[in-house]
């Protein structure tokens, strides 16, 4: 195997392992590996489309959040820009959705936020992947479900 080949086997080998780390597979081959991984996005994706209605029947009063993802362009890299606003606030909202950030990989370049107890939230970010891994990794979806998930997380602790 030429030095070329093997950087190539090498690299194959570290994306295989980040996706078994990403999904929680446990396979050993790569057919199995990426089977996971496609029941994996499968369940991410059924749950994105089943959020909505989880978070409308955590609790009657509790305010709908509008999220909003887009992709951009940063400095070669690739970003997004999110949007978050609700009715109401709630103590911890904002730690708990950057905390989501971070958990995706995500630095925060930019934000505008307005929130304070028991009035409206919004946020307005700019975010970067931290690593070339998570670039190729997170999608506005991915993104999108984590940043409800955090809020979901926020509000099922309050008591509204």
Same mark, same amino acid.
């Given at each position: ?5 093997? $950087? +190539? ?5 570290? +994306?295989?392992?980040?996706?078994? !780390?990403?999904?929680? %597979?446990?396979?050993? @081959? ?8 496609? +029941?994996? /996005? *499968?369940?991410? $994706?059924? *749950?994105?489309? &089943?959020?909505?209605? &989880? ?12 999220? %909003? ?7 070669? *890299?690739?970003?997004?820009? /999110? @949007?978050?606003?609700?009715? $109401?606030? &709630?103590?911890?909202?904002?730690? %708990? ?13 930019? #934000? =505008?936020?307005?929130? #304070?107890?028991?009035? !409206? ?12 891994? !998570?670039?190729?990794?997170? =999608? ?9 998930? !955090?809020? +979901?997380?926020?509000? =099922?602790?309050?008591?509204?």
């Amino acid at each position: 195997m030429s030095g070329k080949d093997h $950087k +190539k086997a090498t690299a194959l080998e570290e +994306k295989l392992e980040l996706l078994r !780390a990403v999904t929680k %597979s446990s396979a050993a @081959n790569e057919t199995s590996i990426l089977v996971d991984a496609s +029941k994996y /996005i *499968k369940e991410l $994706k059924d *749950k994105v489309s &089943q959020e909505p209605e &989880q978070l409308g029947s955590t609790s009657s009063s509790m305010p709908m959040p509008r999220v %909003s993802v887009s992709s951009v362009e940063l400095e070669k *890299k690739r970003g997004f820009r /999110i @949007n978050v606003s609700m009715e $109401k606030s &709630q103590p911890e909202l904002l730690t %708990s959705v950057l905390e989501a950030f971070e958990e995706l990989g995500l630095d925060v370049l930019d #934000a =505008d936020v307005s929130c #304070a107890d028991d009035t !409206a939230f919004r946020l307005e970010a700019l975010g970067s992947s931290q690593s070339e891994a !998570a670039e190729r990794s997170v =999608d506005e979806q991915m993104v999108r479900h984590a940043v409800l998930q !955090a809020i +979901k997380k926020c509000m =099922d602790g309050s008591s509204i």
